[in-house]
Structures are given as structure tokens and as C-alpha cells.
């Protein structure tokens, strides 16, 4: 297939939503749009199989970050979360189609994407670096289990209100001792998620900071955080602890913590390149999801 020198991205990724009727359908209108224009567009494999497209060309997540310049994810923001925790390894831009609920990370309609995508193509968008989160959890001075996080990564009890002792140390730096259902630590991403929701502030994407939200602390001195991006912050596990602890990142990926465990976080060496149309504002999107007032005059 000749290419279309005219594209601002020739090697385009789908990704979706499995076994979704309504994303299926977006995702075939999609592989036609991009198809008709001379682009190579590979589609992500757990969805390729329901859409029936005949001679589509089939790879996996890893290889979609390797081989893409762009990925287009169909979904949710969960969705979003889930591939670009493996995508921002590789630096491929990234864009979202909303058929989720609220959608923060998702931009396009699934109605109406032909124009803002045809104007993302043409190289009329917006560029912009989301920092992740990385997290270890040690154990004895040895890793034994990390991941990223887009959002949040949340040290909890696996049952639900259920008190843990922690101490709280930001470079090297003995910050308090906590006894609470656990600490929220948030990107400014995942600032408008579950931290919003436990009474996290709001971060601007452009900020170079996490957010540390207490839950349900047994104090009422405790109160949110905010700190550089550059931290490292180290969770110290009480001992006495029972041994039903656990990190979630981004409520996807579930690591087991044991009395005594540290859980280090820090910045992810690699941002997630989202990529917007013309005339995005963040704003707009709090606005827009968050309901609040329009202009009074």
C-alpha cells in the first residue's frame, strides 16, 4: 500500500474495547476512514477478531507501541489507562475516542470524528506530556513486585474500611505516620479520578507534581499534599500490619504488600504523548465533566 505523504502520522494502531458492540462499530468506521487514505493501520489482536474487517493486519500492544506513530484508543478512560500504561514506553502519540462515561482522556465522538481526525492527520493538533508513576514494592531491600500508573497508585486493606499503619518519607525525609484506610498518590491525570473523589485537589495537566490523599485518616490534622514531580516517596508499612495489604495502579494492576514492605513511588522516566484536536482546553473538559457554571455574561 502506497503511503500518504500529506499525513502527519502514517502508521496508525487500534486499539478497543473487546467485545463491545458500540466500539466495534466505531473501531470499523475508524479502520475505513484511515484505510481510505493510504495509511497503514495495524489493529490491536483482543478486538480484531470480533470486527470481521477481511486482510487486517493483526498485532499485539507491545508491538503496536513498536511499530505505530500513533494509537487510537476506543473506549473508555479505563481503556485509555490500561494501553497507555504499556504505550508510553514507547513514545507513540496517542488518541482517544470516547464510548466510556465520563472521559477525561478521551477526546473524539464516536459520531463525529471524521473532521477533528481528518484536521489530527493534517498535523492540526495538540501535543501534550502526561507523567506516570512508578512503582516498587520492596521487601527486605529487594523489588519484588512494580508497575505504572497513569492515575493513582492507591495502598489500601483488602477489606473495605479496614485501618493501616503507615509512615510517609519524601526524599529520605520523615513527612508523618498515618493511621488511616490508606494514601492515595496521584499524577495530576488522576487528579480529576479517585483522588478528586477523596478530597485531592485539582492538578493542572502541565504540573510537574503528585498529590498525596489521605483516606479516611483517624485524625482530622491530616490533609492533601502536594509535592514536586522530582520526589521519590517511600510508603513504610507498619509491621503490625495484618498481611492483607495490596497497591492498586490505576484500580487496574494489584500488587501484594506485606507487614514491614516499603512501596517506593516515583515519576516514570517515560511521559504518555497524548495528542488532541484543534481548539482542545482542559478547562473546557473540567467544565464540561464536572458541570460546573458557564460564563455569567
Known amino acids: ?3 500518504n505523504p500529506g499525513s502527519a502520522f502514517q502508521t496508525i494502531g487500534l486499539i478497543g474495547k473487546p467485545n463491545h458492540p458500540g466500539a466495534n462499530t466505531t473501531l470499523i468506521s475508524l479502520y475505513q476512514f484511515l484505510t481510505a487514505r493510504q495509511l497503514k493501520v495495524y489493529v490491536e489482536e483482543k478486538v480484531a477478531e470480533s470486527l470481521g474487517l477481511p486482510d487486517v493486519q493483526v498485532m499485539d500492544l507491545v508491538q503496536l507501541g513498536k511499530n505505530c506513530d500513533l494509537a487510537i484508543v476506543v473506549g473508555g478512560d479505563g481503556n485509555m489507562l490500561g494501553a497507555a500504561r504499556v504505550l508510553a514506553r ?10 466510556g462515561n465520563l472521559g477525561f482522556l478521551t477526546d473524539l465522538s464516536p459520531e463525529d470524528f471524521e473532521a477533528p481526525l481528518a484536521a489530527v492527520l493534517a498535523g492540526n493538533f495538540v501535543t501534550e506530556k502526561r507523567n506516570l508513576l ?14 505504572s500508573a497513569v492515575n493513582e497508585a492507591v495502598l489500601h486493606a483488602d477489606k473495605v474500611a479496614h485501618m493501616i499503619e503507615f509512615e510517609a518519607h519524601i526524599n529520605g525525609e520523615f513527612v508523618f505516620s498515618q493511621r488511616s484506610d490508606g494514601l492515595i498518590v496521584s499524577t495530576p491525570t488522576g487528579s480529576t479520578a ?3 473523589s477523596g478530597g485531592g485537589p485539582i492538578l493542572t495537566p502541565e ?16 490533609r492533601p499534599l502536594v509535592v514536586s514531580g522530582t520526589s521519590e516517596i517511600v510508603l513504610k508499612v507498619s509491621p503490625s500490619n495484618d498481611a492483607h495489604l495490596q497497591v492498586s495502579c ?11 514492605d516499603e512501596i517506593r513511588i ?13 481548539g482542545y482546553s482542559y478547562f473546557n473538559v473540567l467544565r464540561n465533566k464536572l458541570g460546573w457554571g458557564s460564563k455569567l455574561y
Open 1 to 3: 500500500m502506497s503511503q
Open 90 to 99: 514507547f513514545g507513540v502519540a496517542v488518541l482517544g475516542v470516547n464510548r
Open 134 to 147: 512508578e512503582v516498587e514494592v520492596y521487601r527486605n531491600d529487594c523489588v519484588k513486585s512494580s508497575n
Open 194 to 196: 479517585y483522588s478528586l
Open 207 to 222: 504540573l510537574d507534581a503528585m498529590s498525596l490523599v489521605p483516606m479516611f485518616p483517624h485524625t482530622l490534622s491530616s
Open 250 to 260: 490505576d484500580s487496574h494492576v494489584i500488587l501484594a504488600v506485606m507487614p514491614g
Open 266 to 278: 516515583r515519576k516514570h522516566p517515560k511521559p504518555l504523548k497524548l495528542v488532541h484536536p484543534p
